[in-house]
């Protein structure tokens, strides 16, 4: 344990008087943190506006980075606790200082330390890359087969025909549902922040009985289950889309304008940087679920869509110079544009929902990707979205549209598949396990492209058809979404070859031979049978020599 002691004189009023650190040779990419005891006035520690501590960092590269710190314990004018958590990105010496400030003025800082980060062999955080594909730090290319478990069981659930089954807090909880979803392949999933699923800054009345009512600023309850969910996000290599929400105002409108709501929501947002931001596991900042229906929730007088993207421009670029890690940015929508939303230079992921038309969804993906030059992700998307309704009558079709959703994100240029709703009710239908056979796909496509793909031209009469070449092999996905079977050709454009071709089986994960074919003038591959509401992953290999 280091132990830090500031170097200042002793008629300074607010003081750095010492900090101890976790380790002094962390891994790149892990966790260490640290403890600083300093003394100051405030009314409330929490508003940066009254009193921040900053920790200053000179990295091996020689580039200066600033990790916020937050306020832990103890009082105005006493000895009081402050935390860190930090996780270096390159391998080398760091030298750091603590700086304190009060009311907008710096009124302590400590004396220079060092610590040196070691190659832990992890690969970083995940960035932007291509339409296709994110990235880690380390260059490895990443695709997200993905899912909403936006929430854990809640006390009461307002289901009409599920409530018991979405109130089974033995199933239904992280613990739970983490490992079973990525023992069967997934790998990202979006989560909200609300008043029900970890709470921060509510102090009671949360519809959940993992927390209790609390009068601190921050809920403890809340933080310490969002410390344990990141925890297992990181135990089970799974990446997450935290999604934020907002945060009180008198009217939607003063949210997304007054200076005080914006400050307050800057507060907010710096103390999830602080806390959670080291971890490599968030994988991306959501503002907002559904922004354009917080638009219109008041149909008589809707927000101005110029305030809520300005809103969203101003927040970018605060987090931009605020999260030392980067991670990526997006905010969603629910299916109506916000005017001038998509075109923001710092919003690094464009995001909507799809409800009710699954088959628009690669044609959605490609169309706001062309518009907009930049990834497109489907945030959720499901057969139906009226939770009064009863899923069971119509389930086949529920289950059918969660898979085809897969599929067809997996052969659209999107880093992160389609993310369907309601994983209670397809956890209970035993759809988890299908995962399995999109994830193998995924991988393979990653390995075999180097992390490159491209769209082919695909055809096959009344069925619908999806190619992408990944290296020399070429994968496609045939969708009949009618209700006759159908018997057609499968016409794919590219060069000569020729190809070992197999059928894969998602369901028992087989790879079936379907022979060879000697493609001359393309890929020309007869007579496939598709029952009603079916889809079909044909791989073709290419013969040593192609």
């Known amino acids: 344990m280091l132990i830090l002691i500031a170097m200042l004189p002793a ?24 403890t600083i005891k300093l003394t100051g006035k405030w009314e409330n520690p929490n508003l940066m506006e009254q009193a921040k501590l900053d920790m200053i960092l000179k990295t091996p590269s020689g580039r200066e980075v600033k990790l916020p710190c937050w306020f832990d314990s103890g009082s105005s004018g006493k000895l009081s606790t402050w ?45 932007p890359n291509d339409m296709w594909t994110l990235r880690f730090d380390n260059g490895e290319a990443f695709r997200g087969v993905g899912e909403n478990i936006c929430w854990e069981s809640r006390t009461s659930d307002d289901s009409k025909f599920f409530k018991e089954l979405h109130e089974q807090h033995d199933k239904y909880n992280y613990d739970y549902m983490l490992p079973q979803f990525a ?22 009345r949360f519809n959940n009985h993992r927390y209790t009512e609390s009068d601190e600023y921050y809920n403890p309850s809340a933080v310490a289950r969002l410390d344990h969910f990141v925890n297992l996000c990181e135990k089970y290599d799974i990446y997450v889309m935290l999604c934020m929400g907002g945060g009180a105002a008198r009217t939607d409108l003063e949210f997304f304008t007054t200076g005080e709501a914006k400050q307050r929501y800057k507060n907010r947002a710096r103390y999830i940087i602080a806390r959670w931001g080291y971890s490599p596991a968030i994988g991306m900042w959501e503002f907002f679920n559904e922004i354009d229906n917080i638009q219109f929730r008041d149909t008589k007088n809707p927000i101005p869509a110029e305030a809520i993207t300005a809103w969203h421009t101003e927040m970018c670029k605060w987090f931009k110079e605020n ?34 038309n699954t088959s628009a969804i690669p044609y959605e993906i490609k169309s706001y ?13 499901g057969y139906e979205w009226d939770w009064s309704k009863n899923f ?42 299908y995962f399995r056979g999109v994830r193998q796909i995924n991988d393979r496509m990653l390995t075999d492209g180097g992390g490159k793909f491209e769209a082919l031209e695909a055809k096959c009469g009344k069925a619908e058809a999806f190619a992408v070449k990944c290296g020399k092999t070429i994968y ?57 509401k079916a889809g079909k992953v044909l791989i073709f290999t290419p013969r040593e020599g192609n």
């Open 83 to 127: 935390k860190a958590r930090f996780a270096p990105q390159e391998v080398g010496t760091y030298e750091y200082t603590f700086r304190y400030t009060e009311n907008g003025k710096i009124r302590s800082e400590s004396k220079p330390r060092k610590f040196t980060g070691v190659e832990s062999g992890k690969k970083g955080f995940l960035k």
């Open 11 to 34: 008629s300074v009023a607010a003081q750095i008087k010492e900090s101890s650190v976790s380790t002094e040779n962390p891994g790149r990419y892990e966790r260490m943190d640290f």
């Open 183 to 204: 023992g069967n392949g997934g790998n990202f999933i979006r989560v909200w922040m609300c008043s029900w699923n970890f709470p921060i800054d509510q102090q009671r």
């Open 392 to 433: 069971d009558e119509f389930g086949d079709d529920m289950d059918n549209d969660f898979r085809r959703g897969l599929w067809y994100g997996l052969f659209s240029p999107t880093p992160v598949t389609p993310m369907s709703w309601w994983w209670e009710y397809f956890e209970n239908r035993g759809m988890v396990p």
């Open 476 to 532: 496609a996905y045939i969708y009949n979404q009618t209700d006759e079977t159908v018997r057609d050709n499968l016409v794919i454009e590219y060069r000569s070859g020729r190809y070992d071709v197999a059928c894969f089986d998602p369901e028992k994960l087989e790879y079936v031979p379907q022979g060879t074919l000697s493609a001359p003038t393309g890929i020309h591959f007869t007579k496939i049978e598709m029952a009603p």
């Open 323 to 356: 999260d030392p890690y980067e991670h990526i940015l997006t905010t969603s929508i629910s299916h109506r544009d916000v005017e001038g939303l998509n075109s923001i230079p710092e919003m690094d992921i464009n995001q909507k929902h799809i409800y009710k």
């Open 369 to 381: 990707e062309q518009e907009y030059g930049k990834p497109y992700i489907i945030g959720e998307f």
